[in-house]
């Protein structure tokens, strides 16, 4: 894998802005990055909000979490995002924010773990929750470590939610289905129940992941 620089780093700049715009951080929460080719990282800066990020803002670390380029720090939740390139060489971008709904029942610790939308089983599969850690150390991190062969999108206990994708976009689209999932099964909860989809039409969907070229088995249920 070996993409242009300049192109990803528009890229983070431009999904920053949608990840403020829509409300999934506040100030400068989140962070976004992306794998340039096997030895290199570029992801947004600590300190500046993603609504207001630019092009020369972004920082390129190695796989230990150096600054190669850059006149600002890396976000402090760098080691997050290398944890999981090392992990996952399929991942090609990492997206973390605090939507409401989603980081509502992260804090309730409630897993977004039924299968009830077809939409959300094909891209995401189960949402599993993530025991919390102290953001910017490891503490952060680690518990997510186990579950990254199974999962695309989690919930960061006390936190937030976390989605790894191919690209910036994939990775930024699975941050929205999954916050309007977690929208979508709050509504439900105070409207009446949630009904959750049987095994024969949870089968028929994870047979359409293969089909469509998705990961067959991510979220538990493949």
């Not at 997206?95 to 773990?113: N, R």
């Not at 990775?171 to 989809?197: D, P, R, S, W």
């Amino acid at each position: 894998m070996n993409n242009d620089l300049v192109t990803l780093k528009k890229q983070l700049v431009e999904v920053g802005k949608r990840m403020y715009d829509r409300g999934y951080v506040a100030s400068n929460d989140g962070n976004i990055s992306a794998r340039v080719d096997d030895e290199r990282v570029v992801i947004t800066p600590t300190g500046v909000s993603k609504g207001f990020m630019t092009s020369d803002m972004m920082v390129v670390v190695d796989m230990e979490g150096k600054t190669l380029n850059g006149d600002k720090n890396a976000s402090s939740e760098v080691f997050m995002h290398l944890q999981v390139y090392k992990d996952r060489p399929d991942v090609g971008s990492v997206c973390h924010s605090h939507p409401p709904y989603a980081t509502g029942y992260a804090v309730a610790g409630i897993p977004l773990d039924k299968c009830v939308l077809p939409e959300v089983i094909i891209a995401l599969g189960n949402v599993p929750l993530v025991e919390y850690g102290t953001p910017g150390t490891d503490e952060f991190y680690k518990p997510v470590v186990p579950l990254l062969q199974d999962y695309d999108a989690f919930l960061l206990a006390n936190h937030g939610a976390l989605t790894v994708g191919t690209d910036i976009l994939n990775a930024y689209h699975k941050m929205e289905t999954l916050e309007h999932f977690a929208h979508i099964t709050f509504v439900a909860e105070q409207v009446g129940k949630v009904n959750v989809l049987n095994k024969e039409q949870v089968k028929k969907l994870t047979d359409l992941r293969e089909k469509y070229g998705i990961r067959p088995k991510v979220g538990g249920i493949g």
